[in-house]
């Protein structure tokens, strides 16, 4: 799929105590349409998205989210988007569960979901999805990766990137590629140096893999790094530092131009969002001048839409 002509379907949990989710879209990445609920469903986390356009066992959908369930509902649920969205599914064989948010990627003509256990299990569990059956979750390396929050995914050729934060208070940056057979051992994202107190993003742009994150402990700062010959290039703070946010951002393709979209740093519930040219990222601004808001961060996705 071309990045020209891109659409981005952006979708996140409520404010405060508002479980429930709610979407939008935009053809530009700077003017939303207004906010809707996704009728009768809800989470205590962000959820995740991901394209699934033309795709055959995903016939009329435009893409997947995914998301825990509210409260103690450690299910993940799934729901595909045609607006309305089709009713919540369970994931898998309703045996999935999660303390956090899932990831979710398109990759060879299916959605590969990846997340943390349940409760105190750090164990980053995974599966795919053909459109009408999910495979059965297997633990990654046997239970050798962990985290303490939702990991991101990013497909590229036929392979799968996966990067998340470190285990209980372990604030370094790991990853890991699935080549279609297994999963390649954990790396500490340039040797380390990358840290964050929640869970990255990931997208492909121009070629590339980039991730974006939250700095870590009281640190609001977000970062931004490229994937190139199996090397991550040193971190930048987005626009000098300017941006901040108390939970992990989301990434995108709209027209051409990566979008971040982020939930503001400390009480503030609203969600912001920068787009980035491959030279520099524009102003930040209150995505629909403030109207919308969260408690956690956002998932994002591009779809070319049709007499939307």
Not at 49 to 71: C, E, N
Not at 246 to 251: E, F, N, W, Y
Request: with cysteine; net charge negative.
């Amino acid at each position: 799929m071309s990045d020209e002509g891109l659409s981005v379907l952006m979708t996140w949990k409520g404010e405060g105590d508002d479980a429930r989710l709610f979407y939008s879209v935009s053809n530009d990445g700077a003017s939303w349409r207004n906010q809707q609920p996704v009728e009768g469903v809800g989470s205590s986390h962000g959820p995740a998205l991901a394209a699934v356009q033309g795709l055959p066992g995903f016939v009329s959908l435009y893409a997947v989210m995914v998301w825990k369930g509210i409260g103690d509902d450690a299910q993940i649920w799934w729901s595909g988007f045609t607006e309305p969205w089709t009713g919540q599914r369970p994931a898998g064989r309703g045996d999935l569960g999660t303390s956090n948010g899932p990831a979710l990627a398109t990759w060879e003509g299916r959605l590969v979901m990846a997340w943390k256990g349940m409760g105190d299990d750090p164990v980053i569990y995974w599966n795919t999805f053909d459109g009408s059956e999910w495979t059965g979750q297997d633990a990654i390396r046997e239970g050798a990766f962990g985290t303490s929050d939702h990991p991101a995914l990013a497909a590229i050729a036929s392979q799968v990137i996966m990067a998340w934060k470190g285990k209980g208070d372990d604030p370094r940056l790991f990853w890991s590629i699935f080549d279609g057979h297994s999963w390649s051992d954990q790396q500490p994202a340039a040797g380390g140096a990358f840290g964050t107190s929640h869970g990255p993003a990931l997208a492909l742009y121009q070629g590339r893999v980039y991730m974006a994150w939250k700095g870590k402990s009281d640190d609001p700062r977000l970062f931004w790094s490229t994937l190139h010959e199996g090397a991550w290039s040193d971190q930048q703070p987005v626009a000098g530092g300017a941006f901040g946010t108390s939970h992990g951002p989301a990434l995108a393709i709209v027209q051409g131009r990566l979008i971040m979209a982020w939930k503001g740093k400390g009480d503030d519930p609203r969600l912001f969002c920068s787009l980035f040219n491959g030279q520099s990222w524009s102003n930040q601004e209150a995505v629909a001048g403030g109207a919308f808001g969260t408690s956690h961060g956002p998932a994002l996705v591009s779809v070319r839409f049709f007499n939307l």
